[in-house]
């Protein structure tokens, strides 16, 4: 057998060489084609997701609208003689009908429960408000997860109710889940962080836990004013929970210096009618009343009152409770006619405009319920403290401490009364 030249093995080799690039390109040509199909299968499986998710959102949220729309179709003025479109009468029919009627539809059924429940709980109705929102909590937790911000936020909106409930322990410990998972997810210094952060403050101070409090009100405000200025508004309502604060602790100085302060460039940067202005004129006018200065005190909380029923309008709660402080003002310096006549204008428009059961409601009741015993009419003031007492444990709770305070209240008035037995029983269950 002959052997092969050196250019003949060149050859061999060269054409060895076109083969295998040949098969190398019909293999790369093959992947290419394969990854191709599978970008452009990937892709229309992205979009048919994104395309199937924004129709459920959109359908939710057809459904939440029209659910909605059915609701406050309910407001018919011919039935409000029978009290049957009140709010709370509404919000209790529609809670069935999210139960009855979306079964099939759990989004929809999710975002009105948390809607209803903070609803609920703007209306001082903390049990159906608690009910919901902890089904709003548990659903969060096992769809999106527990560091969802959707779930974050029901989350601290169930504190806020536990809260309202003196269920301060329960409260404390979502507003640290909460306060955790932010700054774990956005950083020490997020807004959202921060705001957490003066939630949980807020929860040490309900529980006299004054100086935690404090110190973690200080770190806020540093933060804030670094984050977001001297002169924004989350740092102005941190400042201002810092003068409520040491108001609460009876450093009245420092208390009037800082919310002065706040005052001060909040005339400057807003309008005078605006409600931040307004808050900043009663909680100053509160503490200087404390410190002894009564006239300056009616008139920061008559020119708040003034304007309020002016942008506002008579009725509105802001109006209230302004109209409620400048009665306060009127009791503190014994001018008893004038208390009166506004504690009464008040009741009468708490009772139309919020309900009887309404926490504000009860706590004006008990206004002019004092009054009455300092004037020595102990009927009156014992038949408003009992119907008080009786709105407070229904809707609060035996142990909260407004039905203990209304419970304190009226054992004064049982003994004004001698009734000493009802006096020692109410006393006994009270813990005094």
């Not at 102990?378 to 401490?401: F, N, Q, S, Y």
């Amino acid at each position: 057998m002959r052997a092969w030249t050196a250019d003949e093995k060149r050859l061999v080799e060269r054409s060895r060489d076109q083969r295998t690039r040949r098969r190398r390109l019909r293999r790369n040509l093959r992947l290419a084609a394969m990854l191709a199909v599978l970008v452009i299968a990937t892709s229309a499986a992205a979009a048919w997701w994104q395309r199937a998710r924004a129709e459920k959102e959109a359908r939710t949220a057809g459904r939440v609208t029209d659910f909605l729309t059915g609701m406050f179709q309910e407001l018919d003025p011919y039935r409000v003689a029978l009290d049957e479109n009140s709010l709370p009468h509404i919000l209790e029919r529609s809670r069935k009908r999210i139960e009855r009627d979306l079964a099939d539809e759990p989004e929809a059924q999710d975002e009105l429960r948390a809607t209803i429940g903070v609803v609920y709980r703007n209306l001082g109705l903390v049990r159906p408000a608690r009910e919901l929102l902890q089904q709003v909590v548990a659903f969060r937790r096992r769809t999106l997860g527990e560091e969802h911000p959707d779930t974050l936020v029901a989350k601290n909106d169930l504190a806020n109710v536990y809260s309202a409930a003196a269920r301060h322990k329960e409260a404390e410990e979502l507003y640290r889940q909460v306060l955790a998972s932010r700054r774990r997810v956005l950083g020490e210094e997020h807004t959202d962080t921060l705001k957490a952060m003066s939630n949980l403050a807020n929860g040490y101070r309900h529980q006299a836990r004054l100086k935690e409090a404090e110190d973690m009100n200080l770190q806020v405000i540093a933060r804030f004013r670094r984050v977001s200025g001297d002169r924004h508004p989350d740092t102005l309502k941190a400042m201002t929970n810092l003068a409520n604060l040491y108001a609460l602790q009876g450093r009245l100085r420092r208390a009037e210096e800082l919310h002065r302060r706040v005052l001060q460039i909040r005339r400057g940067l807003l309008r005078p009618e605006h409600p931040d202005t307004l808050a900043s004129m009663t909680s100053l006018a509160n503490v200087v009343s404390t410190r002894g200065r009564p006239r300056e005190a009616e008139e920061l909380q008559r020119r708040a009152f003034a304007i309020s029923r002016r942008v506002l309008g008579e009725a509105h709660p802001d109006t209230l409770m302004y109209r409620e402080n400048l009665a306060n003002a009127y009791y503190e310096q014994g001018r008893l006619d004038e208390a009166e006549k506004l504690y009464r204008e008040v009741l009468a428009l708490r009772r139309r405009v919020q309900g009887e059961e309404h926490p504000d409601t009860v706590a004006s009741m008990n206004n002019l319920a004092i009054l009455a015993r300092d004037r020595d009419r102990p009927k009156e003031a014992a038949d408003l403290l009992r119907r008080g007492l009786e709105i407070h444990r229904r809707v609060l709770g035996p142990e909260h401490p407004s039905t203990l305070t209304s419970m304190s209240n009226l054992v004064a008035v049982h003994a004004m009364q001698g009734r000493l037995a009802e006096a020692e029983a109410l006393q006994r269950r009270t813990g005094a």
